[in-house]
């Protein structure tokens, strides 16, 4: 009798199944709660969550096979007790069609303690012009793994966002692996909403990550006072389009003492490699290795700091008067080239000193 009592509370008869289902060791199944989306149905599991000692919601929130399934309402994490699985990203799949964040995540109050997953799903933004995959900050030690985050292609529009948008928090040690950025205005975007003092994003670990910017979109973009610094960032990158940008830097923004891992190929035209104006900060170690890739490199290398390797595969301009961009770099064995206006080239001996 009590094994069938137990079987009744995890497998209710068939005129129940919409009812809210607490499985063994605090997992919720999202598909099994209210809500006319997955996002509202996310929103009622984690009003279930019990809450544990340190007074935040414990509980790992299961999310259903789906293909292109809607998600129209926004979700916001803000206990680090909580995770959000879904079963691959090639098997949970959601289409968002929020005007704003399809996923926020931050601790409230912010907290050191280890912050939960988010695995194996994939969000489709509409084009919306405020539309965010996932936007998070003031968190420590998140792991986020096996997602592909695309189509957040709106004028304020990004993949994935790190943010700290609150006094008195920072966004350190989290791990990103497994994750495919494509096709939005900024796939993977650095800033500080909350001011200067509040800028620490320190000792993240981006392992493996693969970045598609297209047409005019921008593959890492860090803005504001953001001080990205002793992180690891290995990509995979296919830069393609017309005019897309795969390192840029903004305002008084840092990539400080970063292993940099990055290669890749050409599939457009025209953009830039690095866009780091005068202000800013670079410093790496590792390498850059793009194939048919220009250097586009935009700014004064000179005073990025010892640490600074750029390492593109050699190429020679056709012409002097080949297609190019004020601004763009190549190297061969024998000459510097450099592009003084639109389609002009000029070019010095390299030799021995």
């Known amino acids: 009798m009590i094994l069938l009592m137990l079987l009744w509370l ?13 499985q063994a060791d605090g ?37 259903p ?30 289409n968002c069609n929020v005007n704003g964040d399809c996923l926020r995540i931050y601790t409230a109050p912010f907290t050191i303690l280890q912050a939960g997953n988010v695995v194996g799903f994939s969000l489709f933004g509409n084009g919306s012009a405020n539309g965010v995959g ?14 592909a985050l695309s189509g957040f292609t709106g004028t304020h529009g990004a993949a994935l966002w790190f943010d700290n948008a609150h006094a008195g928090t920072w966004t350190e040690r989290n791990v990103v692996t497994g994750v495919h950025l494509d096709n939005s205005t900024k796939l993977l975007r650095f800033t500080v909403e909350a001011g200067p003092s509040w800028n620490s994003f320190g000792y993240n670990r981006f392992l493996d990550v693969r970045l598609n910017p297209n047409t005019n979109q921008i593959g890492v973009s860090i803005e504001n006072s953001s001080n990205v610094y002793n992180g690891t960032f290995r990509f995979t990158i296919n830069k393609g389009g017309a005019g897309a940008t795969v390192f840029h830097l903004q305002d008084a923004a840092k990539w400080d003492q970063i292993e940099l891992h990055a290669s890749g190929e050409e599939m457009g035209t025209g953009g830039l490699l690095w866009d780091v104006p005068e202000g800013t900060t670079v410093n790496y170690y590792g390498e850059v290795l793009l194939l048919n890739v220009a250097s586009h490199i935009y700014g004064n290398f000179e005073s990025l700091g010892s640490f600074t ?12 008067s080949a297609p190019c961009n004020t601004g763009d770099y190549e190297q061969d064995s024998s000459y510097i080239y450099v592009c003084t206006s639109n389609n002009r080239w000029r070019r010095a001996a390299l030799a021995d000193f």
């Not at 209710?12 to 289902?21: E, I, K, L, T």
């Not at 996932?134 to 997602?147: K, N, P, R, T, W």
Request: positive net charge; glycine residues 12%; hydrophobic residues 45%.
């Open 27 to 63: 997992e919720f199944t999202a598909a099994q709660y209210p809500g006319n989306d997955i996002g509202a149905k996310i929103n009622a599991a984690l009003a279930a969550c019990p809450k544990g000692a340190y007074g935040f919601a414990q509980c790992v929130i299961r999310l």
């Open 10 to 22: 995890v497998y209710p008869a068939a005129g129940q199944m919409g009812s809210p289902v607490v």
């Open 65 to 94: 096979r789906a293909d292109h399934a809607m998600w129209s309402t926004p979700v916001t994490i803000t206990s680090p007790g909580v995770s959000l699985r879904g079963l691959g990203s090639s098997a949970s799949v959601f």
């Open 134 to 147: 996932i936007h998070m900050g003031g968190v420590i030690a998140a792991h986020l793994e096996d997602m």
């Open 309 to 320: 390797k750029v390492n593109i595969a050699p190429r020679t301009p056709g012409s002097s």
